[in-house]
């Protein structure tokens, strides 16, 4: 016999829409909701040298060091040196407005940034203060962090961001400290679904836009090494499929990309096949989340 977990049983949704998703009546009669999401954290990541007990474990080569680490902070710096212009062009040229997920602290050393990116049509929302899970974060410091984030982009931008995205594992209160907060439209903290859905929050609706970790170029870094063909052909053929199933269920799509990843010259051609693929495909609503949640809340209005 099992033995009863230590903490509660979380009341998780393993049903879903149950194979009836509603029709969410894209613009245009798309059949594909994209969310295109460039993850902005270069500034927020953990550095010895800037006095953090770890540096960052996560990028380019496999060598951690317990001290100052300038080999790490050098390649963030190179999202914010080299990266960003490099994609905001192509984001241009393509004429499409993403979702700039930006950590406040991130955002408070390059505002310039920023302001770039609303200046050029773009949501910014938040991921944070610091590119961290909030796992285990004692509840009144949580608070904090979310106060912090939003008080960081609104004074750079002039805007206060309405999203929200957790680096990884959110804790049990961080949806409910967003609601409390009261000027958030949706979070991303789930990766459960090809459709926003709504759950209650402390007796309030809330809406949540699932993410994904799959069509995301993360992957160039977990260990396969993805060259920038690999990258493209994984997004096509995912929304191919899901243009597939538009026809009569139509869904949305996350495309995640990171300044310091799919800005560099080797894999900037795999995000540049992806929008021409997706642009000219003319069946796809291309927006950044704030839009599609806008949309969502329009089309579905609270009863």
């Given at each position: 016999m099992n033995a009863e977990p230590k903490h509660p049983v979380s009341q998780r949704d393993l049903a ?87 950590c406040g602290r991130a955002v408070e050393r390059s505002p310039d940034l920023a302001r770039d990116a609303v200046a050029r049509g773009h949501e910014v929302s938040a991921h ?176």
């Open positions: 879903g829409y149950r194979g009836a998703p509603p029709n969410p009546r894209w613009p245009d009669g798309a059949r594909v909701a994209v969310s295109l999401v460039l993850n902005f954290e270069e500034g927020g990541e953990f550095s010895v040298s800037e006095g953090d007990a770890v540096n960052e474990a996560i990028y380019e080569v496999n060598h951690r060091l317990d001290g100052p680490d300038p080999c790490i902070e050098s390649h963030f710096e190179y999202g914010t040196r080299a990266a960003w212009w490099r994609i905001m062009d192509l984001f241009d040229s393509y004429g499409v407005k993403v979702t700039v997920s930006s944070g203060w610091r590119w961290q899970s909030h796992a285990g974060m004692d509840e009144a410091d949580e608070r904090r962090v979310i106060a912090r984030t939003v008080v960081a982009i609104e004074q750079a931008t002039g805007q206060r961001p309405v999203g929200w995205h957790t680096r990884s594992a959110s804790s049990q209160n961080t949806r409910r400290l967003l609601v409390e907060e009261g000027g958030f439209l949706y979070d991303s903290d789930a990766y459960n679904d090809d459709l926003p859905y709504h759950v209650s929050v402390a007796g309030r609706r809330h809406l949540v836009l699932p993410y994904a970790f799959d069509t995301n170029d993360m992957q160039y870094t977990n260990g396969s090494r993805f060259r920038g063909a690999d990258f493209a052909d994984y997004v096509i053929d995912a929304f191919d499929w899901l243009v597939r199933e538009g026809e009569t269920a139509p869904k949305m799509m996350s495309i995640g990309l990171h300044l310091r990843i799919v800005g560099r010259p080797g894999r900037i051609g795999a995000l540049d096949r992806i929008l021409s693929h997706v642009t000219s495909s003319g069946v796809a609503f291309i927006a950044p989340r704030v839009a599609i949640a806008k949309h969502w809340l329009t089309t579905f209005p609270a009863t």
